[in-house]
Structure formats: C-alpha cells, structure tokens
C-alpha cells in the first residue's frame, strides 16, 4: 500500500487540486496466461480547477482504465486494487476520497510474483452506491465513436432531456425541452427542433459527437472527462469539434481531462500534459515545456512522440521519420526497472546501471515531472 | 517496361446501384462511388490517393484490383485491360497487383499460424518443396523485421505492429509489382505507424515496388506518397507533388484539407474561412456540375456563379503548374478567386 | 468502411419526409407479415396436398369412409368431389373449399373440421400460450441476474434447474406432478374426473410442466444471456453508465424485447409440439389430443385442419415478434 | 475474497485448455462422457453384449428395484431395465446421425449459397427455409405418421430435413462475421481460387466447430422426438424396447407406488439430453467468444 498518509491531503494549499489521483492501480488477470494484465501500475495525477489536462499515450498506455478506474467503470476483474482519489467538488470543499474503503476489499501484494486478494462483489456494491450519485452530476464522459455511443433506440431529444433531468429534475417538460434546444444550439447543430426527434442513425459522425458534448455539458459537470473525443473522424470534421471544445473550455470554465494518442490534440485544448506509457505516468508538466521538441530535459519516449510528427522541411527532402524502435510492451510481462529501456535511443551516458531500477517520477523544473534517470539524482525523491 | 505507365485508369466509374424489393436494379437510385477518375502510376512510383470518409478512395482501390465490379471507363495495368477480365486471367494478373487490407486481421486467418499462412502464400502460383517454403518464410519475415521464432504463432497472439508485419509478409510471398495499400496505417499508433511507414519505403526501394497509398492521414501521406491525387466525392479534384500540397493546393478543397491538419506549426483553420461543413455533408450532395460547390467559400462569395453548377461546364483537370492539374474554375492563387 | 459513403447521405436525404411514427410502421411491418404469411399458407397447403396425392389409400378418404361404398358409388363420389380431374385443378378447388372455411368433416365423428378446430384451439392456444410466456419470464430473469453477475447464488440455482428440467422428459415430469400433487397432497381432483376440468388448478399444472419442461428453457437461457452480455458491452451502455441513467431505460429494448421477440417466434414451434404430449399427458382436450387421435385413425380432415391452425399459430408468433421488433428499433422500417 | 496470484512457469496447451471457464470445462467433459457411452451402449446392444436377455421375463423377479442381478431393477414383467435401455439407444442413434447428416449437407450448402451470393440467394432461399420452419416438428411427424406409416428412420428424416434451416443460419452469420473481418476478400485477393476460400479457409478452418455444435444440438433433438413419439405410440412399437415407450408402460404403476420402471428409462433421457444441451451450449459459447473478440 504507498505510504501517502491522510495528512498529506491537508498539507496542500486551502484551494488545492479539484482532482488528485494519487498511485491508482487497476490490474486484470488473464487466466489464459496466468499473469496480471498492469493496465494502471502506480498512476498519480492532478488536476487544478478549471485546468484542461491533456493525458498522451498510445494504445495500452493505460490512459483509458485510469479514468474509467475514476467513473468506477471498470467490469474487469479483479479492477481497482490501490490507490486514493481525493475530490474537492468545489475549491474550498474538503476532499473526499472516492476509494475510500478500498482497503476493506482488496489487498495487494506488490512483491514478484504480485499477489491480490479481492472481494469484487462487495467492493463494487460498496463503490457503485457511492459512485453511481456523482456519475452525470459532478463528472461526465464524451466517447470516442460517437455513432455507437449514442442509445440507437432512443431520440437525441430524450437522451439530452435526461441528462438535463438528472442535474434538474424540477424543471418543467417545456423548460427542460428548451434547455435542450439551447444546449443543441451552442454546439452548433442546425434546426435544434427537428434534431430533437432525430435517432444517430440520421445524423453523421460529426453532428452525433456535437450531441455527445451537449449532452456532457448539459448535465454541468464539475469534471469534464473526454476519451479520444475527435479519433475516427475526417481531419475537417475534427477541426471543427476541437474548435467547438475549445470554445466551450473558455466560455463554461468546466475542468476537463482530454485522453488522446495525438500530439495535435493536445496542443490545441491542454493547459497541462500528461506522458503515460506502460501503465504508469511518465512526464507531466505545462503544456509549453512539455510540446517543446528540443527543450530538455524531456522523457525520451515524448521526445520519440513529438518526432513522429513530419514537418514541412522532413516532408521537402522526403526524410524518414526518426523513429521509436521496438513494439509496443506487454502490460502482462512488464519486467522491473524502466520500462521504455528496450526502446530508448538515449542511454543516460553513465547511468545505464541505474535503468535497472525504475527511475521516480522526479521534479525537474517548475511543475514539469520526468521519470528518467537522465534528469534525477539517483537517490532521493524530489 | 520502363517507358509506358505501369497502370493506366481512365475515366474509370463504379457505382452502387439500390436494389429494388425483389433485386431488380433501380437504376436511378445509384450511389457514384467513383465518378470518371484517370491517373497514371509509373513503375517505382508511389501516389497516394488522400480524401474524406466517402470520397471513394476505397472503391478506387478495391475496382482497380477488381474486388468490385466498374460500371464504367478502363483499366490498363502495363497495357493489359482489367475491367472485364474473366475470373481466370485476372487471377494471373492478381500475381503481380495485391492489396493490404484496413483491417489489421483482414489477411491473418486466426486459425493458420503465419507459417501456414506464408506458405500458402507461397505456393499459390508455384510448386515448392517444404525446404524452401521454410527458408523463403524466414527471409520473408527477416523482410519485415520479424523474428524466425513468430512462424509459429497464431494471429490473435500477435501486436498490432506484428499484424501489419506479418500481412505485409504475405503479400510479398507473390512477388507483386504493384501494391495498393488502404488505410496501411490507420489502425497503427504513432510510434508503430512511423515504423511501418519507413518499412513500406525501404521495401520500395529494395524490391522496386509501386504503391498506391489510400489515406485520410495527410502527414503520412506526404512522407511516403511522392505524387498525391486529391478526391471529392467520387472525382479527383486535386494532383500533384506531395510538398507542393503541403504548401497550400490549388483547389478550395484541397486547401481545407490541408488547413485543418495541425503539423508542428499549429496552423489551425484559415482563419475567416467558416466552411459549414457540417450543413452541407448532411444536406443535398449535387451529383453533377462541381461537386464541392455547397461547401466553397469561393462558391458562396462569389454569389454562386453558374459556370459551378451548369452539368455542361463541370471542371475538369486542368494544368496550374509542372506536374500539377486542378479542378477549378477558380484555383486558388490564380488570380481568379479573392486570394484565399 | 464497407459501403461507400453514399448510402449515410442518402439515408439523411431520404429523411425529408417526417419520420413514420411507431404505430405507421408497425402498421406497415403487420401488412409485411400478413403477405408473407399468405405466401408462406399456400406452399404448406401445396406440400400437404401433395403429401396427400402420393399417400397410399384413396384420396377420397378425405371425405367421406370409403371402406364401405362399391365401385360405383366411389366413381360418383369422386366426380362429385372432382377427385377425377387433373391435379392442379383438385387443388385449386380444394383450396376454393377450404378458404370459404370448409374444411371437411372428421371421419371419425363426422362433424365438421372448423367446429371441431374451434372448440379445441382455443384450449391449446390458451396453454401454449401461458406456458411460452413462462418460458420467456423465467428465461429472462435468469439471464438477467447472469449476465449482471449480482446474485451469482440465485442465478446458479436457477441456471442449473433450467438445465435440468429442459433435459427431463416431459411425460415423466407430467407424472411426478400430477403424483405429487394429487395422490400425494391431494391438492388436485385426479384429473379423469369431469368436473376437474373446470378446477383452476387443473390448469396451472399443465402450463407449469409445460412451460418449464419443454426442453427450450436451457437453450433460450442461454440465448438471451449471451445476448444481454453483448448488449451490455455495447458503448451506449457504457455512456448510459457514464451518465448516471437507470440502466434498464437503456438495456430493455435491445436487451430484452428484441431478442424475446425473436425466441418467442423461433421456439413457439417447439411449445406447440411439446403441447401435444403435454395434453396426452393430462388429458387436456385440446387441439394436440385431437391431432394424436386422428393420427391414429388416419382422420384426414382434422390433420389437414391441425397442421394449417399450427402454421398460423407459428406464423402469428412471427407476426408478434416483428410488430414489437419495429416497434422498439427505429433502423428497422425505414 | 476471491484470490488471484500469478503462476511463475507459462502454462502450456493444457493451460490454454484449463483456461476455460470452469463451467464449460464442465459441460463440454460430461458431455464428451455422455456421448462416449451412448456410443458404448449402441455397439454393446448391436453386438448382442448385454448384461441380461431384454426379453427375458424373470416372473420371480417383477417390479424389483436395482440389486446385484439387476443393476437398474426389473419391469413389471420382470424384464432387465439397464439391457432394455441399452437397447434402447438403437431406436434413435443411427437415426439421429442420419438427421445430423441430412441438415449439415443441405445447411452448409444453403449456408454458403445465402452467405457468399445474398443478393442472389436471399430470397428464394429464405422462403424455403421459412417453409421449412413454419410448421411445428410434432404436427408434420404426426401428419407424415398418418399418411405413410413411416419407420422411425424417415421419421427422423424429417426432423433432418426441418433442421436444415438453423444449420444454415449458424453458417450463415459465421460467413457473415468473415465478411465484415474480409478474410474473404483478403483470401481472394491474394489469388487464392475461390472454390479453395470456401472449401479450406471457410467450411474447414471455421465449418468444424460448428459441426460439433449442429450435431450436439441434433442429436439432442433426435433423442426428444424420438421418445415423444414412442411415448404417444407410434415410434417404437413395444416389446421392442424405447426409452418413450418404456416411460409410457410404467405409468399406472407409478401411481399406485412403484416410480421406478418409468423413471430409470427417464433419468436415461435425463442425463443423455443433459449431457448434449450443456456441451452444445458450453461450444457455441465458445464460438461467440472468439467472434467478438
């Protein structure tokens, strides 16, 4: 169990983080292979009011489960077996741990070979009575496919009004239709009225992601969360739902945790940045210093992730990409030490040795975090 | 064969035609999938075919190779008609002209190890024996940087890099001229995605392979592609170098396409250039005159001039440049539109 | 992407006209299903009559007993019925007949099929009836307490007694019933006497045995479990999650009314069958004992009468479920 | 508190067998034994090697429940219930095998009509099936019965034949669900005839598992129809033994006491059916599994 004692909480400033998660680990295990799939293996993450974090990482980085870990959604077994999430609903509140009671339910022996024992049927009736309040009040979630993630069977009116319904139910049918039509409106889809009898099957990708969002924000979230909002669609689509995200983050202010694999993404909606790789977090840090290519120190496999996008002079002399080696790790065999050793081109000259361990996730500038030993010293956390 | 195109497409049509209740054809009920698109692909070459969901590029793909059966136009590959061709002679020509599939399980049967799946492969159009089966294999697989040992596994158990590896694999068992690639990279992350692109291109130059290069990725279109044709709607609008693209096309279409793509510089959307797109993609989709016309800025600024929607004057490809024809009456940077 | 992008913007083009309302196009689906019902009539009464021209005996059988008639009086007899002519043309009459609602008359008590079809069917439609309705339930709630994997206890129990009473004989399980309750508890009158037809609990029993007994319980748990395991992957499952909305608002129409609707229409079949044991079982004078007798007396007519009521009981099962399949799935009848 | 900890070796093939879940491990194995001895039983009562003479009346020995002379008890004319049940098994084995043949012949070659040629096929093929599937197997068995007093194996014949449909299905979706991953397309592409798609990479590759399926579900359907209808008199006509008839004949005794000459003939029906349901389900489980992942 990490050893984040409660005082810790308290020691942050009054208005601390809305959101901080702090060494989350969620593992399945694959009878098949008689091994635990690490999905999140240690993930601590912030985030300020108001502030949209950007989570990079490509498929299998664990960047999904973390937050389908935090709506409590995740079926697996056995799922979450570590870890506090400490929630402040408004920035003066007193955080509330929404894992709280996990030690009751699930122990974790970390030691090779790691060890769990957990009652999933206790622990989900435990956690789902506590999460199943905040989902559609205080957070709420845009998908990616937003043709399949819209019900088929009901209208987009119905599905919209019952978002509406669960933040205010004392409103009115006519009110809370007009609410509806409003939200419809500021995302920008033609025809509000018509729309609401529409089902997703008439619509198009673009305008049922526009649906998505309206619905999210309908329901006034404290925590916005989008997972790969703008994957699958066409570029020109895609322009304009991240100009739509960008315009509701400056006029609503709702804090909003953005997951994608593309680095374009996230240039164009985070305030800050996250690298996730192999289940746990490997840099995190504002936005600027962490976009920058050549600004140092860096985590080599951001480094690898920004360099994989062509610009205009690589695309002039037709240059081959510099590239990441390696395949993308099996989260069912993650050995000790760091784990982007096998693919990282940049052995910290002397410090090979110390790969063998697996480096902290250590302060290397003004709120920017790398876990490679290039940047640490070796003994002590920063 | 240096001196004629290794594949010639004419005017080539295919349309998907609404079968009334009882399977007879309606004819007017069609979808124009490909709507007359003519290009020239020369040995070595790689073009890359870039546009939107519902452009045809697919189709394009899929009725070069004769998966899908053309309504119209033709064919050539090294003067050899296509369209038409009995199922007998096509599968001959099918030796030379293969195809990777979207889908990174599409040519990986989860039942056959790769072993077997090269092997079939490899003694589709020849006899051989089961010692240089196993040898050409283990060369087929050092190919695409794969390991000897991966022989042995079974589709479901390998990466999504490994996947696409491993069909790549197998379709250079045929020795193949020419390769249409759909989507190869679609399905990949970043970082295996870049990978692969180098492996197509080392490949290229090693084996002498012909590419067509179907994505609606641009970036990674203009690294590999060294010619880009641009489709709208079943036609081409666009074509040209890749980093002549890059740097902004002739064509309105070309331009937004370009735009809303955010490499390294950030270029968002041209500003004061609103398409609607969202309006027109669900609203009426014309089907004769310019295609692109409901979502122009061009178009509608110039108070919808009449040379766009008579059928008569539909634009046709027309030179801009050295190696560059559009498909507009007002390219861009021609003077003739307001300097977009 | 395996249709070209058209077919999206033909769909949404198409849309100008006002979407049809749930009960025009349930309308619609019924007039569908009617047709094909007629259709799918003709071929069974085609492949009964000619079930019937190849079977030994004589035609003639149909009508009238012909044990007893000489030479002569069967030649009038076959004129008069037009059995002489060419096949074609018999059935075309037959057919005539039988639309305008005569279907003959029982050999064995002479009185006319429809009336004989009428007194009886409403008795088995009643017991098929209520026995797939309880089939449905309990299929329903077990796959439903499995697939949400709540009450693991329960839905073991209950899995495991599907399995094993869909594996039963449903003749045995007919005795061991009517055993228990009546010699044992005494709860029942023996069923031979005349008056227990009328006793309500005569007729639990038999749609209790039934219902749970015949044999498609196992299979449809499993359906309709790994149905609702599929559906409950689906992403609008997970949005509906994400969002805080009673799941069930969400899961029971694809959950639950679509495939219920199709098992109804695939296993009614198997209900109607297992109703003719069922009826021997208990003496239940209904249209299976009726169709047991006259397979026994070679009673033509009432076979003939049986078989087309069965085919519209199971074609009106097919009726149902496209009704409550257009009804909840808006795609379906563009 | 349920406990999960990793193994240090890899498991091996067996491991991948044991990763089933539990509660297919266990259907699939019993019903593997079911079928081993219904298999024993047929060859056993076709060889004549049975423990006693099936007709042999022991009338010293009536009614008696099981005991060391015999294992399963005596009927109500003291005949050997477990010989009469082995003997049993002939009235519906090599029936039910032809009805399993029946609708996998026609089903796969409807099967693969409707999956590769939809436009074609849909249609005229469908009504058929339709045709096929509209009337209950009860009623057309009784219909034929009356008409042409058939032996049992036209009878089952029959059931075959309204069988043919739900083969047809299962192949249909399995080649719809190659479809939509274009292994199909990908296999043509490469060059590979088409006689050699449908042959290889379809129907043997994917057609064996549902082979297995079709015909645990057809045999259990067989051994159903076939004690129903000599339960109502007229399959298996008595003396010669069928677990249908034998249930039937004990009926007034089991109600003045003696359950026990219907009910070994019914635990028969019980464990066989059983043994075919679970395994039949336990592989189509299986079968789904891998099509969605």
Known sequence: MSTAPATAASRTAATGPILRIQDLRTYFYLPARGRFLKAVDGVSLDVQHGETLAIVGESGSGKSVTMLSLMGLVTAVPGIVDGRMWYR???????????????????????PPPEVHKDTLGWHKWHEHGMSERRGRDFAMIFQNPRNALNPYMTIGQQILEAIRRRSPELSAAGAAD???????????????????????NLSGGMCQRVMIAMALAARPTVLIADEPTTGLDATIQSHILDLMEEMKGELKTTTIVITHDMGVARRLADRIAVMYAGRVVEKGPAETV???????????????????????????????????????????????????????????????????????????QGQRVRCWRHLRHATEA | ???????????????????????????????????????????????????????????????????????????????????????????????????????????????????????????????????????????????????????????????????????????????????????????????????????????????????????????????????????????????????????GGAHPYSRLLWSAVDPHGGRRLESGVRWEGERAEAGARPRSGCRFRARCGIFHAKGEPAVCRDPETEPTLTEQGPDHRAACHFPVGSGLSYGL | MAVPGGIKDRRAVRRERPAASPGRRVARALVRETARTAALLVGVTLAMFLLLARAPGNPAAMYVNVTDLTAEELAAVNHELGLDRSLPVRYVVW?????????????????????????????????????MLLTLAFGALTAYLQATRRHPTIAGALGTFAYVISALPVFWLGYLVIYIFTTRLGVFPLMSSGEAATHWGFFLLPVLVLGLGNGTLSEITRHLRAHLEGVLQEDYIRTARAKGAPLLRHLYKDGFVMPLSSVLANKLPYVLGGAIVVEQVFNWAGMGRLVWQAAADRDYPILMGVTLASALIVRAGHAVKEAAQVAANPQLAE | MAHYAELTIAPTTWGRFRAWPVGQ???????????????????????????VDPNAMDLAAMNQTPDAAHLLGTDFVGRDLLSRIMLGTQAFFLPGLLAIGVSLVFGAIFGVLVGFWPERFATPVGVLLQLLESLPKLVLILL?????????????LVVGITNIPAAAELLRSKIAVLKRKSYIEAALALGVPTWRVI??????????????????????????????????????????????????????????????????????????????????????????????A
């Open chain 1, 89 to 111: 609903p408004a920035p003066d509140a007193k955080p509330v741990d929404l894992l709280e009671g996990l030690g009751r339910f699930a122990k974790l022996k970390l030691g």
């Open chain 1, 179 to 201: 609410e509806a039509k409003g939200w419809l409106g500021k995302v920008r889809i033609d025809d509000p009225g018509r729309r609401m009898t529409d089902y997703a099957h």
């Open chain 1, 291 to 365: 976009l920058e290519l050549r600004r140092e120190p860096k985590h080599p496999y951001t480094t690898g992730l920004l360099s994989a996008i062509p610009t205009a002079e690589d695309i002039e002399q037709r240059r081959r990409l510099t590239v990441i080696d390696g395949d993308v790790p099996d989260l069912s065999r993650l050995g000790t030490g760091c784990q982007f050793l096998e693919r990282c081109a940049v052995r910290p000259a002397g410090r090979e040795r110390f790969c063998e361990e697996e480096p902290p996730l250590g302060e290397v500038g």
């Open chain 2, 1 to 247: 064969m240096a001196d004629g195109p290794l594949l010639e497409v004419r005017n080539l049509k295919t349309y998907f035609y609404r079968r009334g209740r009882w399977g007879a054809v309606r004819s007017h009920d069609y979808v124009p999938a490909v709507d007359g698109v003519s290009f020239e692909l020369r040995e070595g070459e790689t073009l890359g075919i870039v546009g939107e969901s519902g452009s045809g590029k697919t189709t394009l793909g899929r009725t070069i190779l004769g998966l899908t059966p053309a309504s119209a136009g033709s064919v050539r590959y090294r003067g050899k008609e296509l369209v038409g061709l009995p199922v007998r002679e096509l599968r001959e020509v099918r030796k030379e002209v293969q195809m990777i599939f979207q889908d990174l399980d599409a040519a990986l049967n989860p039942k056959m190890t790769v072993g077997q799946l090269l092997s079939e492969a490899l003694t589709l159009h020849r006899k051989r024996d089961k010692t240089e089966v196993r040898g050409r294999s283990e060369e087929l697989l050092d190919l695409v940087k794969l390991k000897p040992a991966k022989l042995a596994a079974y589709p479901p158990e390998l990466s999504g890099g490994e996947k696409r590896r491993v069909s790549i694999a197998r379709v250079l068992a045929v020795e193949p001229k020419l390769i249409i690639a759909d989507e190869p990279l679609s399905a990949l992350d970043v970082s295996i995605a870049a990978q692969v692109a180098n492996l197509l291109r080392d490949l290229q130059e090693r084996l002498g392979l012909t590419y067509l290069f179907i994505s609606h990725d641009l970036r990674m279109v203009e690294l590999v592609a060294h010619r880009v044709i641009v489709m709208y709607f079943g036609q081409v609008v666009e074509a040209a170098a890749a980093s002549r693209l890059a740097h």
């Open chain 3, 95 to 131: 057919v005539g007949r039988m639309v305008r609602g005569d279907l003959g008359h029982s050999l064995r008590s002479g009185r006319p099929v429809t009336r004989e079809l009428w007194q009886t069917g409403w008795r088995t439609l009643l017991l098929t009836g209520s026995a």
């Open chain 4, 25 to 51: 491990l266990f259907a699939t194995s019993y019903g593997a034994t079911v079928a081993v001895l219904l298999t024993v039983a047929y060859v056993c009562s076709r060889l004549g090697w049975l423990p």
């Open chain 4, 144 to 156: 034929v019965i009356a008409l042409f007093r058939p032996d049992i194996y036209i009878i089952l």
């Open chain 4, 199 to 292: 042959g290889k990479h379809v129907l043997w590759l994917h057609g064996r598992g549902l082979v297995l399926i079709q015909a645990t579900i057809g045999m259990g359907e067989a051994i159903l129809i076939e004690t129903s209808l000599s339960y109502l008199g007229f399959g298996v006509q008595e003396p010669v033994p069928s677990w249908g008839n034998m249930v039937g004949l004990g009926k007034d005794y089991f109600f003045q006491g003696d359950l026990w000459i219907s009910t070994a003939p019914a635990l028969a029906i019980l464990f066989t059916i059983l043994g075919f349901h679970l395994m039949g389900d336990a592989l189509l489980e299986r079968l789904e599994a891998r099509n969605s």
